[in-house]
């Protein structure tokens, strides 16, 4: 099957409303940015500078030049972020035959394979700056449902998590999913290695 035939496939599985994508903007201005970023940080770095509204606005307006649409870009939103952060995570860059910055498997296989970040498989072991990936898609087996940045915990419980992904700037989401906000529950999450 033709690569375009099965990303259009996916692209359905995983929503009706397939974005529309627009021509890339792979040049990232950070001189304007706060908690400037590096090539070498730490998970709290980069929950410092992801959590920060001014940078997050940034990532937005970013993603917007190139996806085109927050619907389905959790992906995108959190490879921008991390492209700010001085990672090299090429636009059109792709593990295994698939976009890394597009879908939630390669980009999770990408940061694991070639980036040596570590997995987590304990939800109240997070810590800022892990990478959150949910259970999968059910119309898409083996593609987690989303992916967003943990930046603390909103209870002593630690069951919701502050998240800032595409769907919002820092909100509650709980660990254990939400039917009622259509949340899906954490599988795993990914951490920055420590130096």
């Not at 950070?30 to 908690?35: D, V």
């Not at 254990?176 to 954490?186: E, R």
């Amino acid at each position: 099957m033709k690569k375009s035939i099965l990303w259009a496939c996916l692209c359905a599985a995983l929503s009706p409303h397939v974005a529309v994508f627009a021509q890339p903007s792979s040049s990232v201005n950070t001189a304007q940015l706060e908690n400037s970023p590096s090539s070498d940080f730490t998970g709290e770095d980069f929950s410092n500078f992801f959590s920060t509204e001014k940078n997050y606005n940034a990532v937005y307006w970013n993603v917007m030049s190139w996806f085109g649409t927050t619907k389905n870009g959790c992906v995108a939103f959190a490879s921008t972020a991390l492209r700010f952060m001085g990672m090299n995570i090429p636009l059109d860059a792709t593990y295994k035959g698939e976009r890394v910055s597009m879908l939630t498997r390669p980009f999770s296989a990408f940061l694991e394979a070639k980036m040596g970040w570590i997995r987590i498989s304990d939800p109240k072991a997070l810590q800022p700056g892990d990478l959150v990936f949910t259970v999968d898609e059910p119309k898409a087996p083996g593609y987690p449902a989303h992916v967003f940045m943990h930046s603390g915990y909103a209870d002593a419980a630690r069951t919701l998590s502050l998240a800032v992904d595409n769907q919002d700037f820092t909100h509650e989401r709980a660990l254990g999913g939400d039917l009622k906000k259509d949340y899906s529950a954490f599988a795993y999450a990914l951490r920055v290695p420590a130096e």
